[in-house]
């Protein structure tokens, strides 16, 4: 099969010419239509975010979409010719207090396609039977792809957050992620503030449900204090920690801040504000099983959109870079 496959740290994907995979028991061989290109891909392709044992080859990729063309022994539930989507989890322990809760997105030794095992950036994958995303029939594969990962990010996030109809909620950064969160959001009946530094991506917050945008400059933390854009829950999706000062601003008494995005650096946080504040931090990842299965509902009832770009398996290499290098001007989708 044709796969992209990563051979340096930061230099470009090669295409070569690999065996096609083999399902093991449990497992499903998925031939894919589509795979988007992730944020997460970066960190990984320049050496940021690596496994303590890289898979062999070394093909990253974790918003795979496609059909199943084969299936391995000990597999119920999954037939020859049904939609399979290929997220970031591939495995878990299935036997932590996280797995058993429902909550394996936390599981500490959790095994990601295209860190752990090989991932989607080829023609076909092998996927968990029990973790790979069953699909309706009739979605466009291309649209679907960044649900597998973007898509349930961000409906994670909001589940994570408690939002009930009503409420406002500030989302700082309308990347891929916040944009999907500005409209899951805004179907859940919540006032949504969409926040960033660019006015093409506020534009489309606003055409994708936001009651109001705000640009990301120097006097954000004081617009943000303002009563009119004090909110319930503040979602982080910017990966920086500039972010927190507006956010400790414009966060009501009681309210939730969620962080998303994958910022290294401390944020400055004050124990003392916490304490007469009474506001609650949670970090969020990716998405559950459940959480998959209900946001491709969502999206099939009625699609989560963003700016696609489609893009050949030739052309992954300048997508990752797009993305490194902040001009990406919408979501990557490789075609197959």
Known sequence: MNAAVLETDDAPLQQRRVPTPKPGPGQ???????????????????????APSAPTPFILGHEGVGTVVAVGPDVSGWDIG????????????????ECKDGME????????????????????????AAFAVPLPDGLDPVALAPIMCAGVTAYGAIKR???RAGETCAIFGCGGLGLYAVQIAARLGVRVIA????????????RYGAAETLVADGKLAETVSADIY??????????????????????????????????????????????????????????TRAEMR?????????????????????????????LDQGTAAGRFVITF
Request: aromatic share 4%.
């Open 28 to 50: 499903i061989l998925v031939k894919l239509s589509a795979c988007g290109v992730c944020h997460s891909d970066v960190h990984i392709w320049k050496g940021h975010v690596r």
């Open 82 to 97: 049904a939609g399979a989507g290929v997220p970031w989890i591939h495995d878990t322990c299935c036997h932590c207090d």
């Open 105 to 128: 997105s936390f599981c500490q030794t959790q095994r990601a396609h295209g860190l752990n095992v090989p991932g989607a950036f080829a023609e076909y994958v092998v996927a968990d």
């Open 161 to 163: 957050s408690g939002l």
């Open 195 to 206: 926040i960033d530094r660019d006015p093409a991506k506020l534009e489309l917050a606003r």
């Open 230 to 287: 004090r909110s319930h829950v503040c979602i982080n999706f910017a990966p920086t920690p500039a972010t927190w000062a507006s956010m400790i601003a414009a966060i009501r008494p009681r309210g939730r801040i969620v962080a998303a995005a994958l910022v290294p650096d401390p944020v400055p946080v004050s124990q003392e504000w916490l304490t007469t504040t009474g506001v609650i931090i949670t970090g969020t990842s990716v998405g």
């Open 294 to 322: 209900e946001v491709v509902e969502m999206h099939a009832k009625r699609a989560l959109e963003n700016d696609i770009v489609p893009i050949t398996l030739d052309g992954v290499s300048h997508a990752l870079n797009a």
